[in-house]
Every structure is written in structure tokens, then in C-alpha cells.
């Protein structure tokens, strides 16, 4: 398999948040979407060739969504020797229960329930760490929709830790682009499971990323410049409201200068 750039781009996330260690045992949540198919092959190959002595194992939490066969990623992984185990769930039954007021399921549900049955198999299957498939694209769609709807600045993080379940996170993908994704995927014939969710393709971030298509058209050097200022913490100037018991800077020069 062709991964260099997928690689690379591990390799760098890796040194920049120290993500994985000797005796790792990384639990990658498989979606059965092309990220996380690409970030299973990717995280395996990357175990071979690292010189770090860890472990990838595949998750798949069966949603319960119709039509959806996994045979085919089932017999990559025998091929690729890759760990894989799929696991039962209630969730879409769950979902169906718990519709929306306009009869939709709920994604946040979903979210909850499907995150907390991988930390569950994860430590069955003696896991320390957790990694999903988010990749920059998605970091930047995070950022606009809490900007957006939520009146933050924030994203989601490349590795954290939850010590309520004492397990880590990590996102390894976080400097790859979808395309890039895309192209590893499709040159690899690394194959997915097309998800038949009827919310796919009609959720928030479906629409956040039809805006900032646009916008990389318009802007095409935003793309990289967005990730980047995610981690370009000295150009972060933001206002500061003063406290009660708080000096203002700005009184305190004029003192100083005798003005
Ligand atoms: N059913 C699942 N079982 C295990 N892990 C999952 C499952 N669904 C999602 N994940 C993990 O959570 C991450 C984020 O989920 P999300 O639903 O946003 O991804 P997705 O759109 O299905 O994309 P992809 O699988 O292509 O990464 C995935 O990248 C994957 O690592």
C-alpha cells in the first residue's frame, strides 16, 4: 500500500502531541467510512515501520442502520493482518425511540452512545487509547459550528485524556485533508461501507461544509491558514474584560509615563 503523505502527515501529528507510546494497545473506531478505514491501514502500516513497539486493533460498533456489510472490510483486515472485531448495539433501535420533534433521529444521541460503547469494547479488549478518524477538515468545521452556535472558539483536541474511563484520545488524521483521505483510499482501494443513515447529508456540518467550500474558492489560501492558526497560539489576540480587583494596562502605562 501507497501511504506516504497519510504517513507523513501521522508521523507529524505524532511528534507534535506525542500521541503514541511503547506498549500502546490503540483502539482505531472504525466507522466503516473512508477516514476511518484510511486511519485503520494508515495506524497499522505506521506500527510496522515507526520503530515504536504499539498495537491497532479495529472497532466497529454496528449502529443497526439497514444494508450496511462489512465482508468486504472484514476480509482487508484478514488480508492486511489487522485486528478487527465488530460488536452488537441497540443504538438506532434507541434512536427510533428518542425521535426529535421533527421526527429525525438525534445525531447527539447517536454521538453519546456510539462513543461510549467503543470506550467500552476498547477496554474489553484491554485498550489504552482511542483513535478516530477526524481530520483537519473536520477540525475546521468544528471550529466554525461552536462559532457559529455555540459563541467559542474552540475545537476539538488532537489528544485527551477522559479519566472518568482512564483512557486517552487521540486524533492522528488531524493534519490530513478529506482529498488527501480521498485519494489514499481510492488509490489503495482501501475499501468502506457507504453509511445509510438517513441524517447523512443533512446535518450541520454538511452545511458547514458547503460554506467553507465556497469560502476555499473565494479564499483558496485559507485552507492551510485555518489549521494552522489552530495551533498559532501567540497570534491568539482576543479581548480581556478587567476583573473588579484588576489593573487596567492602560491607566497603568499612563501613570508610568506620567500622563
Ligand atoms: N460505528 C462506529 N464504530 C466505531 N467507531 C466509530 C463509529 N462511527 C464513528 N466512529 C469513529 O468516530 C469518528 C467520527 O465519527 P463520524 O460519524 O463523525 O465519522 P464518519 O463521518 O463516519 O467518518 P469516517 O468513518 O469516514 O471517519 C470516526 O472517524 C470513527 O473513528
Known sequence: MKLQEILRNIRKA????????D????????????????????????????????????????IGFPNMDFSEVEAFCERES???????????????????????????LCSKFKKASVIEEAKKLNCNKIAFGHHSNDAVETLFMNMIHGGKIATFLPKMYMSRTDVMFIRPLIYCFEE?????????EIPFVKSTCPNDGYTERQE??????????????????????????????LWHKLQDDEEDPFEKMMKENDV
Open 82 to 108: 489487522i485486528e478487527f472485531h465488530s460488536f452488537d448495539s441497540m443504538i438506532y433501535k434507541i434512536l427510533q425511540r428518542n425521535l426529535d420533534k421533527n421526527g429525525d433521529l438525534k445525531c447527539s
Open 180 to 188: 488527501d483521505i480521498l485519494n489514499a483510499q481510492c488509490n489503495n
Open 23 to 62: 506498549g500502546d494497545r490503540i483502539a482505531v473506531g472504525v466507522s466503516g467510512g473512508k477516514d476511518s478505514m484510511v486511519l485503520l491501514a494508515a495506524l497499522h502500516m505506521y506500527s510496522k515501520f515507526q520503530g515504536k513497539n504499539f498495537h491497532v486493533v479495529g472497532i466497529h460498533i454496528k
Open 208 to 237: 458547514m461544509k458547503d460554506m467553507l467550500k465556497e469560502l476555499y474558492e473565494k479564499y483558496p489560501m485559507a485552507k492551510g491558514n485555518f489549521v494552522h492558526m489552530l495551533s498559532n497560539e501567540k497570534q491568539v489576540d
Open 14 to 21: 505524532d511528534q507534535d502531541y506525542r500521541m503514541i507510546q
